[in-house]
T-cell receptor, first 113, second 110 residues
Framework: DSGVTQTPKHLITATGQRVTLRCSPR?????VYWYQQSLDQGLQFLIH???????AKGNILERFSAQQFPDLHSELNLSSLELGDSALYFC????????????FGPGTRLTVL | EDQVTQSPEALRLQEGESSSLNCSYT??????LFWYRQDPGKGPEFLFT???AGEEKEKERLKATLTKKESFLHITAPKPEDSATYLC???????????FGKGTKLSVIP
């Protein structure tokens, strides 16, 4: 158990809908990263938040957005969903004063029908 | 742009048959090379971080090594419970996110 929690574990929805994925980092970690994993693309970085502020964006679609709250949990919002958005979504957290290691949560499996 | 290529894509070993997984990378200013293990439908589990050429790390039957262009994950006398996908990732200078390879799916047959 990495100490990173994600909810829900599974999400099934229809095209055009909007969903919110939630992540709680390990105790003491200030950074939260979101990654998307699909069968053909592997793990792709989406966005990084540090202590409530956006720090970096990867290949994140404009339909996707994220935020990190004062209690350091983070939410990833996906809107106008398409079939191709079906994937595993992981968040990871890291220690601000330690090494570079990122610890991953169990993921949310999103299925868009 | 940072790039990571892992080979082979899949590897089948008999229990006890040692082998190595390869991770080739290009990165601007390496700030860390990472190995993770991922079981189906689960999140990646951190294994090792390597920072500089010549560095080695070991954990049970796994040993990771690093050169200026490659990293190897050596698996000695594997057991069926070592079956998983092994992911390699790099962090470059000026960024905190990881760039991942597509992984090597290891199957260890009893």
């Amino acid at each position: 158990d990495s100490g990173v929690t994600q909810t829900p574990k599974h999400l099934i929805t229809a095209t055009g809908q909007r969903v919110t994925l939630r992540c709680s980092p390990r105790s003491g970690d200030l950074s939260v990263y979101w990654y998307q994993q699909s069968l053909d693309q592997g793990l792709q970085f989406l966005i990084h938040y540090y202590n409530g502020e956006e720090r970096a964006k990867g290949n994140i679609l404009e339909r996707f957005s994220a935020q990190q709250f004062p209690d350091l949990h983070s939410e990833l919002n996906l809107s106008s969903l398409e079939l191709g958005d079906s994937a595993l979504y992981f968040c990871a957290s890291s220690d601000p004063g330690g090494g570079n290691e990122q610890f991953f949560g169990p993921g949310t499996r999103l299925t868009v029908l | 742009e940072d790039q990571v290529t892992q080979s082979p894509e899949a590897l089948r070993l008999q229990e006890g048959e040692s082998s190595s997984l390869n991770c080739s990378y290009t990165v601007s200013g390496l700030r860390g090379l990472f190995w993770y293990r991922q079981d189906p439908g689960k999140g990646p589990e951190f294994l090792f971080t390597l920072y500089s050429a010549g560095e080695e790390k070991e954990k049970e039957r796994l040993k990771a090594t690093l050169t200026k262009k490659e990293s190897f994950l050596h698996i000695t006398a594997p057991k069926p419970e070592d079956s998983a996908t092994y992911l390699c990732a790099v962090r470059g200078a000026g960024s905190y996110q990881l760039t991942f390879g597509k992984g090597t799916k290891l199957s260890v047959i009893p």
